[in-house]
Structure formats: C-alpha cells, structure tokens
C-alpha cells in the first residue's frame, strides 16, 4: 500500500516535446493555433511559411497526400518543428472519407528573442554549410543528417516576400503585382490574397467572403475587391452654372466634355440653350455654347455623340405638346449651328425615345 501512494505522489514526466496544452483547453479549436506563438496573436506567426500551410490547404481540398514541416509553438512560445503527413482514405464510390494525419515533433534550434529573420537566414546557412546538410549537386537540404539544424526555418526570399505582401491591402498587392513576372507569381497565392482581404476588410467579412472562394477563388476575389475599390464616386468641384434651374434636361459625353441640352424650367417652360463642361481643364467650368439657332425649346427628349464632336437631339415635349423632330449640332465647328434633319418617313409621336451612338 506504501509502495502505490508513493508511486502515486510522483509526479508524471511530460513528453520531450509536448505542447503543455490540456485537452479541454484545445478542444473544437482549429489547429492553427499550433503557428500562433501567444494565445493573443491574431495571426500566424511570421516565421511560418505561408506556401506549406496553402500547400497543405490544397492538398486536403483535392484530397491528395500531403508531406512536409511546419513550424508550431508550445504554449510557452518555444519553437517545435512538425514533420506533418497527410495521406486521404477513399470510399467505394472513390470519395475521401477520412484522412489520418500523423505529427512527428522535434526541438527548433533557435532564441527567438535575439535572432533577425534575414540574421536567422545566413546563420542557418553558414551552419548548414558547415554541417555538409547542403547538397553539392542540387543545392537542396539534407534533413536528416543533422537534427540539431532545422531547414524549415531556413528563409528563403520567397518566404519573405510573402510575409511582407500579406501585410498588405489588394489595391498594393497587385500594384506590387505589376512590377516584374517573378513578382508576379508570388503575389498569386491564396494565403497572400486571403489576408490583403483580412487587412482591407476586416476579419468578419473575410470569414463571408472565404465561403465563396470555392467556386471564385481568392484571385478572382482580390481582383474584384481592388477594382470595387478603384472605382468609387467623388465628388467634383466645378465653377459657372446652368442658369436658369432646371429640371428633365438630357446630358452626354462628347470626349472628355460634357454637354447638357434643354430641359423643363420654371412653370413647365421647355428650355433650348445648351451648355459645355469641359473635365480636361484645370477649373472645369459650366460655359454655356454660343450657337446661332437652335431647336424649339424642349424637355423628356434625348442628346446623343456621335464620332466624338457631333450631336444629335431627338424628340422632347415642347410648347404644341410631344416631337419627332432631329437636329444636329457639329460642336467643334467655328460657328455652331443646331440643324434640323428633314426625313420622309417621320416616327410616330414618342416622348424619350433613345438614341444609341
């Protein structure tokens, strides 16, 4: 009886690298919270490599076999390096209905306190080479020679580039995008793409939008958000005015000017002037168009462009009641003229009818 109450009273050896997590502290948890080094942290920590955890990600959506090293942290914060296998169980239908997933943990040489990643970078390397863990043919990491060493935690530029393009916004990724073809195929990882969504948009509408990345993808997703964001309605400041107010008035593009004809005035007056913003000057300016005639005055009618300089009014409401006349207008011309357009075959009486230009 002695003998088991001592045994009893001694203290359980934990195992040489275990995480110092209960189960109940991590249970329903997603097992990411293995890459966070503080139970605070509100993302991974940098030092693990995005391109594993996508790769991984793909592996699972595809249901395919999966085998690398992962960088996990204790509860403590100590460093771990996981040596993850995946392999995918398929039904009879072919299926995967299950996948067993074994973890092999082993101590990562490294003080993260004091250590710089690129520092980290050439340490590693300059130890590696001294080890001969490095190939002299490939170039590529023998891991197992030495345990001592993790390769893993050796960063390669493409790790860094990828830490520093998640800090950003879509908008920036794909400016960065731009600059040359190598650029360019780092910034087309989803992990990228998913947290310039999370910094741009919040975590909440990141966790919405992840559900639609299955049919769109998150490169299609960045590419929408950026241009959403690109495109947006600002207010511009311009000097004149069209005088008198209106109402019922047709507006069009003629380049990068903007011309603006009749319109109901006061008391249902059918207005014939017409006006000229052009949106290329420094102070753009309502400027209203000296012509030598122009048509009856009119409202609820339409202005097109045509050819860039040409414009084209049709029908309106005017004094008599409802038209179906045409003028045109060469807005370019030294003199211009509004000119009716006499046809054979006039269409029958309409109030808005559009012209396509």
């Known amino acids: 009886m002695k003998r088991e109450r001592k045994r009893k009273k001694k203290k359980k050896k934990r195992a040489p690298f275990s995480h110092h997590l209960r189960q109940q502290s991590v249970r329903d948890l997603h097992c990411r919270f293995l890459q966070y080094r503080d139970s605070r942290a509100q993302r991974r920590h940098p030092l693990v490599d995005p391109v594993i955890v996508s790769e991984v990600r793909r592996c699972l959506e595809e249901g395919i076999k999966f085998q690398g090293e992962l960088l996990n942290f204790r509860k403590d914060g100590t460093p771990l390096v996981n040596r993850l296998r995946l392999a995918p169980i398929h039904g009879d239908d072919g299926t995967v209905t299950h996948v067993i997933g074994i973890q092999v943990f082993s101590e990562a040489k490294i003080d993260m306190s004091s250590v710089s990643y690129p520092l980290f970078k050439e340490t590693c390397q300059q130890q590696l080479d001294q080890s001969g863990m490095c190939s002299p043919k490939s170039g590529q990491l023998l891991y197992n020679q030495n345990p001592e060493i993790c390769g893993i935690l050796q960063l390669s530029d493409e790790v860094l580039a990828h830490n520093i393009l998640s800090r950003l916004t879509p908008r920036d990724v794909a400016s960065i995008g731009s600059v040359c073809r190598r650029i360019r195929q780092l910034t087309k990882n989803d992990h990228v793409r998913k947290m310039a969504c999370q910094n741009a948009r919040g975590r909440e509408v990141t966790g919405t939008l992840e ?39 047709s507006a069009c593009a003629a380049g990068n000017r903007l011309v603006l004809f009749g319109g109901e005035g006061i008391n249902m007056q059918p207005m014939a002037d017409t006006f000229v913003l052009n949106l290329d000057a420094a102070n753009p300016e309502w400027h209203r168009l000296s012509v030598e005639s122009s048509p009856p005055g ?43 357009v006499l046809v054979e075959n006039p269409l029958s009486l309409n109030l808005g009818i559009a012209l396509a230009p």
């Open 211 to 249: 559900l639609m990345t299955k049919k769109l993808r998150w490169g299609r997703l960045a590419r929408e958000l950026t241009t959403l964001q690109a495109i947006c309605w600002r207010k511009l400041t311009v000097g004149g005015a069209v005088e008198p107010s209106r109402c019922n008035f």
């Open 298 to 340: 009119r409202w609820g009618h339409t202005l097109s462009c045509l050819n860039g300089s040409w414009l084209v009014v049709f029908g309106g409401c005017g004094r008599q009641g409802l038209l179906n006349d045409v003028f045109v207008l060469h807005l370019d011309a030294k003199r211009p003229t509004w000119k009716e």
